[in-house]
C-alpha cells in the first residue's frame, strides 16, 4: 500500500502528536510506502529518508520556535502542503491520505484526497479541535469550528486517540459520524543502564518527573505550588522538555523557594530522557487537558506510577489507586496529596509501577500501527467496490 501522510508538526517540531506520528510511520515503512508532508524550519532538509519514511518539507512563514507553532505558520501550511503533494501525485499514485490534526493538517489534506478521488482518513490528536488553556481554541472559533467540521464530515474514516477525544468531536462540532478510537503506542528503545549520579540527578530525594512542552496548557505552574506545599517538602522534581513559558517558570520557582528542588533541563536526547524515567519515583502531570498523553506511557513503561488530572484521554487507561492517582484538574491540594502520599509509601508506589510497565505493554506501537491499517484497508476496499459498482451500471 502506498500511503501519503500530512502533519503539519513531525518530529523533530511539535510535541506528543508528531512523536506518535513518526512512530506509526516508521512502523508503517516496514510493510508500505509511507511519505510524509510536513513544515520545514530552520535548517532542516526539505526531503530525507528516515526510518524507512520519505520526509518532504514544505514552506512555511514566521515559525519561531521548534516546540511551539505560530498561527500565521500553521495558516502557511495547508497551500503550500497541496503544491508538494501535487508534486508527488503527479509521479505515483498513493492509496490513501492520512491526516494528523483535523487543524491546520485536515485543510492541507483533504483537497488533495478529494482531487484525486483517494480515501482520506483524519485522525484528531486532541489539542486540534480543544484546548482549554487558549482563547484561539477552534472549538471556540466560528471559523475554526467550521473547518474542523467540514474535514470531519467529509472523511471517508475519522481516527481518534480517546474516548474523550472522540467525544469532543461530538460535542463542539456537531459531527454524527463513526469515530474509531485508536490509542496511541510506544517503542520503548533499548536504554543503557545508569544511576542518578552519572545523570547528575539528586540521590536520596523521591524524585518526580514530568516530560513536555512548557505551554500553559501543561499547567506546570500548578505542579509548581503543589511541590511547594509542606505535605510535598520531601520531594524533588524534574522537568523535561522546552517552550515559552519556560523563563516564566523558572521565576514562579524562585519565588516559591523550589530553585534547589526543582531542576529544568530542557530538551534532552531520547536516550536521555528514558534514562531520567528509569532514575525517577514517579510521573506526574498538572495538564489542563490531554488528548491522550503519550509520556504517561513512557513513564509507565518505565515503571513509575503516575500521577495525573482527570480531565482528558488519559483516564481511558489510568485508574485512581491502581496505575497512581488521578486527582480533581486544578485541584492543587489533592495533587500535592496524592504525591505526598506516594513519597511516604514507597511499597505502593513500586507496586503500581510494577503493574505499569506490565499494562504499558498492552500499548506498543506495534498494535496502533495494525489497526490503522485495518482501516486504512476497510476504506480503499470501500472506494473500490464503490468504483466497481459504477463501473458495472455504465451502458
Not at 36 to 54: D, H, K, P, Q, W
Not at 75 to 81: E, M, Q
Not at 359 to 383: G, L
Request: a positive charge; glycine letters at 10%.
Amino acid at each position: 500500500m502506498k500511503i501519503l501522510t500530512f502533519n503539519y508538526e513531525y518530529p523533530p517540531l511539535g510535541g506528543g502528536g508528531g512523536v506518535v506520528h513518526e512512530l506509526l510511520a516508521e512502523e508503517l515503512s516496514k510493510r508500505h510506502r509511507v511519505a510524509v508532508i510536513t513544515s520545514a524550519y530552520s535548517n532542516l532538509r526539505g526531503r530525507e529518508v528516515r526510518g524507512g519514511v520519505e520526509i518532504h518539507r514544505v514552506p512555511v512563514f514566521l515559525r519561531k520556535d521548534q516546540s511551539v507553532a505560530t498561527l500565521a505558520s500553521m495558516l502557511f501550511y495547508p497551500p503550500a502542503a497541496w503544491i508538494k503533494a501535487a508534486e508527488l501525485m503527479s509521479r505515483e499514485r498513493f492509496d490513501v491520505i492520512n491526516g494528523h490534526f483535523a487543524v491546520p493538517t485536515g485543510p492541507g489534506s483533504l483537497p488533495p484526497a478529494k482531487l484525486g478521488r483517494i480515501p482520506h482518513v483524519l485522525t484528531i490528536q486532541g489539542g486540534d479541535i480543544y484546548d482549554p488553556s487558549k482563547k484561539l481554541s477552534p472549538h471556540r472559533l466560528p471559523g475554526a469550528r467550521a473547518a474542523v467540521t467540514f474535514v470531519l464530515r467529509h472523511s471517508d474514516a475519522v481516527i481518534a486517540a480517546s474516548t474523550n477525544t472522540r467525544d469532543n468531536a461530538y460535542r463542539y462540532y456537531g459531527y454524527g459520524g463513526p469515530i474509531e478510537i485508536i490509542p496511541l503506542g510506544i517503542r520503548q528503545p533499548v536504554v543503557p543502564q545508569s544511576t542518578r549520579e552519572a545523570l547528575g540527578l539528586p540521590e536520596g530525594a523521591f524524585l518526580l518527573v514530568t516530560v513536555g512542552r512548557l505551554v500553559k496548557r501543561k499547567a506546570i505552574d500548578d505542579l509548581l505550588r503543589a511541590v511547594a506545599r509542606p505535605e510535598c517538602s520531601r520531594v524533588e522534581l524534574i522537568v523535561v522538555g522546552d517552550g515559552p513559558e519556560r523563563e516564566a517558570l523558572e521565576s514562579i520557582a524562585a519565588a516559591l523557594g523550589l530553585s534547589t528542588r526543582v531542576r529544568f533541563l530542557g530538551r534532552v536526547e531520547e536516550i536521555r530522557k528514558w534514562q531520567i524515567l528509569e532514575n525517577a519515583n514517579a510521573y506526574v502531570s498538572s495538564t489542563m487537558h490531554e488528548g491522550f498523553g503519550l509520556v504517561y506511557l513512557e513513564g509507565m513503561a518505565a515503571g513509575l506510577p503516575v500521577v495525573t488530572p482527570d480531565h482528558g484521554g488519559q483516564v481511558d487507561f489510568l485508574r485512581d489507586g491502581e496505575t497512581g492517582y488521578v486527582v480533581p484538574a486544578g485541584d492543587l491540594p489533592a495533587l500535592a496529596r496524592a504525591i505526598a502520599r506516594l513519597a511516604e509509601r514507597p511499597d505502593e508506589a513500586a507496586r503500581m509501577g510494577a503493574l505499569n510497565r506490565s499494562r504499558a505493554q498492552e500499548h506498543s506501537i506495534q498494535n496502533c500501527a495494525r489497526r490503522y491499517e485495518d482501516v486504512f484497508e476497510r476504506v480503499v476496499n470501500r472506494r473500490a467496490r464503490a468504483r466497481a459498482g459504477v463501473a458495472s451500471e455504465r451502458p
